[in-house]
């Protein structure tokens, strides 16, 4: 339940930081602020302050940061209604009641909670007793250990009516069922469908040790798919979660870094072999709101996926996602698994000595994102360097923290001079000639962006048939894309045209010069092979993302512009509209 800000608020007003931390942390006085030892790391020498005047604490070893409330979260593991109740009664302040509303719905969340626990105690006793000798085997049989298994509530759901008789004979409806993630209905009929039938279980707990869903491994040949994760529900967001989060913000005490994965599997096995700080994504490319949500404890996260192409695609994707929010303090690297493997395969070969000595040989995030631009640029001539240095000084302008945002922008500067300039001098142009091409050559991101979602259609007909009504109501800004779209939609549906070759050779015949183009400039090139429609799907609302995002703050900035000539209380209120959209 959310409480009001004046509340909260109240209980700031009533209790200083220092005597609520002080309870944890012996506090000596030095000038306005207090230090002592870090309450989250083990150390000799104090890095830990509070400064009462604004209200927080931080701490320098470990990067936490916080008000009273984040104090006792991460300290006592508290969610944030229990953290309220806790220093409200310090302050001498009554509970706060709640509307009937309110309390409606924490009572649904209390329930949701019961009906996951006797969901997965069930499954973990099946496991342990019934299914002992097949898939109990089966996880011990791939090395991992009872006390693994036993740790992350690994269990499993049998294809019978038992759990969900016991759940009707605890009270619960089959609304709640449903509501949970774990049932849904059977075609058209009442009929409820256990979600994760004949499946191996990896409950999900979110940061405050809340279940919020499951993950499952199948283990029938003939399932359409090996993994599945609980659908989105009222409390199960995908994107603002991290797969053992929970138990790996433990070791932050031990370690800045954190170890980001993909698969349940790959966090068990690393666990299982005394890798510990390590959580996985659910399902998703790496969003913002887990990164923000990882770097509440660590100040370094380790993003480590497949070795394979589309585990490198993604890493590339990550690493544009997160330099928007890079800030001081706080890194991001990357880490190729070779030989395709992924982590799992990996450990299991060469134990936690091999696995530490690879992280150890980490990429930074410039570092990728300059490899994946540079890769095909030739050095010798003086346009495609400026092109090059213009691609990524468009993606270090993104960056929020005007900190960040130099010192990115000087490290795509070093990376350029030290792989494509230093020693080369004799076989570039001077730097006027430099800077001529480069005003000659250079496209807008906007552009670029453009270009690319249109290779992306280009390469896969037979899948952008069913993105028809989101490409109709796509408003280019460039006119020569935007008839070039127009006559790519006609020939997927007037024309029936569903092979590359034959689409390509059509559209040659208006726009030769726009598809060379193209095929020059589209960021996607060495990314977008051999994509399923899922990948693909993804890859596409990425770029309608992208673009709306550029419209947006175009429209903002012309409504700044007009503003600041002729303010009216119309127009600022249709900018407050469109800045809160």
């Known amino acids: 339940m959310k409480y009001p800000k004046s509340y909260i608020d109240e209980i700031k007003n009533r209790l200083k930081v220092s005597d609520v931390v002080r309870l944890k942390v012996n506090l000596k006085k030095r000038g306005k602020e207090f230090i002592g030892l870090s309450p989250f790391k083990n150390e000799k020498t104090p890095s830990f302050t509070v400064n009462d005047d604004k209200g927080f604490y931080h701490c320098f070893s470990t990067g936490e940061h916080g008000n009273i409330f984040d104090f006792l979260m991460k300290l006592d593991n508290l969610g944030f209604g229990e953290a309220v109740r806790s220093l409200a009664q310090r302050a001498g302040m009554q509970p706060y009641h709640f509307t009937k509303e309110d309390e409606k719905k924490e009572k649904?969340?209390?329930?949701?909670?019961?009906?996951?626990?006797?969901?997965?105690?069930?499954?973990?006793?099946?496991?342990?007793?019934?299914?002992?000798?097949?898939?109990?085997k089966y996880l011990t049989d791939r090395g991992l250990s009872k006390n693994t298994i036993q740790n992350f509530k690994i269990g499993f759901c049998e294809d019978s009516k038992k759990i969900q008789e016991k759940l009707y004979s605890n009270n619960f409806t089959s609304e709640e069922l449903i509501k949970s993630g774990m049932y849904y209905k059977k075609d058209q009929s009442d009929e409820l469908v256990s979600r994760f039938r004949n499946r191996i279980i990896f409950p999900i707990l979110n940061y405050y040790n809340q279940f919020v869903g499951c993950g499952g491994r199948s283990v029938l040949n003939k399932a359409l798919a090996k993994y599945i994760n609980s659908p989105e529900t009222?409390?199960?967001?995908?994107?603002?979660?991290?797969?053992?989060?929970?138990?790996?913000?433990?070791?932050?005490?031990?370690?800045?870094?954190?170890?980001?994965?993909?698969?349940?599997?790959?966090?068990?096995?690393?666990?299982?072999?005394?890798?510990?700080?390590?959580?996985?994504?659910l399902g998703t490319a790496i969003t913002i709101s887990q990164i923000n949500l990882a770097w509440k404890n660590f100040n370094k996260i380790i993003l480590c996926f497949d070795g394979d192409q589309s585990g490198i695609n993604a890493s590339y994707r990550a690493a544009e996602r997160v330099l928007k929010i890079l800030k001081p303090g706080k890194d991001i690297f990357f880490t190729k698994i070779p030989n395709s493997q992924d982590p799992d395969d990996f450990i299991n070969q060469f134990g936690q000595n091999g696995f530490i000595s690879l992280i150890g040989q980490s990429s930074d995030l410039v570092e990728i994102i300059f490899?994946?631009?540079?890769?095909?640029?030739?050095?010798?001539?003086?346009?495609?360097?400026?092109?090059?240095?213009?691609?990524?000084?468009?993606?270090?302008?993104?960056?929020?923290?005007?900190?960040?945002?130099?010192?990115?922008?000087?490290?795509f500067k070093n990376k350029i001079f030290e792989n494509l300039i230093k020693n080369k001098k004799n076989n570039l142009p001077n730097q006027e000639?430099?800077?001529?091409?480069?005003?000659?050559?250079?496209?807008?991101?906007?552009?670029?962006?453009?270009?690319?979602?249109?290779?992306?259609?280009?390469?896969?007909?037979?899948?952008?048939?069913n993105k028809i009504e989101e490409l109709s109501t796509i408003n280019f800004s460039f006119k020569d894309n935007k008839n070039f779209l127009s006559e790519l939609i006609s020939s997927l549906t007037n024309q029936n045209i569903r092979s590359k070759d034959n689409l390509i050779k059509k559209l040659e015949i208006n726009f030769d010069t726009l598809l060379k183009k193209i095929n020059m400039y589209a960021n996607n090139k060495s990314i977008i092979n051999n994509l399923d429609q899922n990948s693909f799907n993804s890859f596409f609302e990425d770029y309608l993302a992208e673009l709306n995002l550029f419209k947006k703050n175009k429209e903002l900035s012309n409504l700044e512009s007009e503003l600041v000539k002729n303010p009216s209380q119309d127009m600022y209120d249709r900018y407050l509209l469109l800045k809160n959209s």
Not at 238 to 249: D, M, P, R, S
Not at 377 to 390: D, F, G, M, T
């Open 234 to 281: 009222d409390l199960f967001k995908k994107g603002f979660n991290l797969y053992n989060l929970n138990n790996a913000k433990k070791e932050c005490s031990n370690t800045e870094n954190l170890i980001l994965v993909e698969g349940y599997m790959d966090v068990v096995s690393l666990y299982n072999k005394g890798v510990k700080n390590v959580a996985a994504t």
């Open 433 to 465: 000639a430099l800077k001529k091409a480069s005003l000659r050559l250079m496209l807008t991101k906007e552009e670029i962006i453009e270009l690319s979602l249109l290779n992306l259609i280009l390469n896969y007909p037979d899948y952008s048939e």
């Open 371 to 411: 490899n994946y631009h540079a890769i095909n640029v030739n050095r010798s001539k003086a346009s495609e360097v400026a092109l090059l240095e213009k691609k990524l000084f468009n993606l270090a302008d993104e960056v929020d923290d005007p900190i960040s945002k130099k010192y990115v922008k000087n490290a």
């Open 108 to 136: 649904e969340s209390q329930k949701i909670q019961k009906l996951f626990e006797i969901f997965f105690s069930t499954c973990e006793m099946d496991l342990q007793s019934e299914y002992k000798s097949s898939h109990l």
